[in-house]
């Protein structure tokens, strides 16, 4: 099985910081998600990639931007990180067609 | 616009009998259907999934039935144990503008009293 790995379980960062979170596979698969998931509200897409260097806007792109310059590794960035962007945020990758994702264990972010 | 729900916030089961997750979907597009159950600060992880072209699939334990016409899936868990105390999403995929999209439920959290 794939191993995907979140740089960070925990981070707390201050309103208007830029904040990076990192997510690194190891298994080479094309499709990499990111997520967040808040309470009543589920899962919900934030970007994806499906090549190196290519990036797709999910369901809620607003304040958010990515980076895939390495198949293995794609980056969320908060631009101006902002108190409702605290959040749990998880990785997923996936293979092409109708394959499951695999998520890493995510990263708890609370921006004061 | 919830195209993906999970109408049952939370369910409590004792151990031994079944348990029974549902979830009811909106878009006939969607083709491919994906439980995942998750631990608290754990992401995630993938449980049995389902095409459109069936309507069972079984994996130990674990069975996911799909009524196309009625836009609903269940997930049977026989028989429960309390490790399978857990948050489960409903997840339900389409291919859209060239790409797979996958949206998923809010999620029901299951209670397994020993």
């Known amino acids: 099985d794939v191993k995907v790995t979140q740089s960070s379980r925990y981070l707390v960062k201050r309103t208007g910081e830029k904040v990076f979170l990192e997510c690194v596979q190891d298994?080479?698969?094309?499709?990499m998600f990111w997520y967040r998931q808040d309470p009543g509200l589920g899962l919900r897409l934030i970007y994806f990639?499906?090549?190196?260097?290519?990036?797709e806007k999910g369901d809620i792109p607003e304040g958010y931007s990515v980076s895939r310059e390495k198949k293995e590794r794609f980056s969320l960035i908060l631009e101006s990180a902002s108190t409702n962007q605290t959040s749990m945020y998880l990785c997923?990758?996936?293979?092409?067609?109708?394959?499951?994702?695999?998520f890493g264990d995510g990263t708890r972010l609370s921006i004061l | 616009d919830q195209q993906v729900k999970q109408n049952s916030p939370s369910l409590s089961v004792q151990e031994g009998r079944i348990s029974i997750l549902n979830c009811d979907y909106t878009n006939s597009m969607f083709d491919y259907f994906l439980w995942y159950k998750k631990y608290p600060a754990e992401g995630p992880t993938f449980l049995i999934s389902?095409?459109?072209?069936?309507d069972k699939n079984e994996d130990g334990r674990f069975t996911v039935f799909l009524n196309k016409s009625a836009k609903h899936l269940s997930l049977h868990i026989v028989p429960s144990q309390p490790g399978d105390s857990a948050v489960y999403f409903c997840a339900a995929s389409r291919y859209s503008g060239g790409y797979q999209k996958v949206t998923f439920g809010i999620g029901t959290k299951l209670q397994v009293i020993p």
């Open positions: 298994m080479d698969h094309e499709n």
């Open positions: 389902i095409s459109s072209i069936k």
């Open positions: 997923a990758v996936k293979r092409p067609g109708n394959q499951p994702q695999h």
């Open positions: 990639s499906y090549d190196v260097k290519m990036k």
